[in-house]
């Protein structure tokens, strides 16, 4: 089993975090993966803990190297 702990986030940091990942999530639904990739990594910098955002953005760059 693999354990990664992450320094604790300010609820400021966590907020905008969730909405950066929001935004990032309704770009790549769209079909916008640049930008989804942009607000996805914008959100993991603010809450690197955030698996959400992390599958998102994983899920964004596929999609666009297919796009390639």
């Known amino acids: 089993e693999i354990v990664v702990h992450?320094?604790?986030e300010s609820g400021s940091?966590?907020?905008e975090a969730a909405r950066l990942a929001e935004k990032g999530?309704?770009?790549a639904a769209e079909g916008?993966?640049?930008?989804?990739?942009e607000l996805l990594k914008r959100s993991l910098i603010l809450q690197p803990s955030l698996r959400s955002a992390r599958r998102d953005l994983a899920?964004?760059?596929?999609h666009h190297l297919q796009l390639l």
């Open 13 to 15: 940091a966590r907020f």
């Open 25 to 27: 999530a309704k770009r």
């Open 6 to 8: 992450y320094e604790e």
């Open 59 to 62: 899920m964004s760059y596929a």
């Open 32 to 37: 916008d993966y640049l930008k989804a990739v």
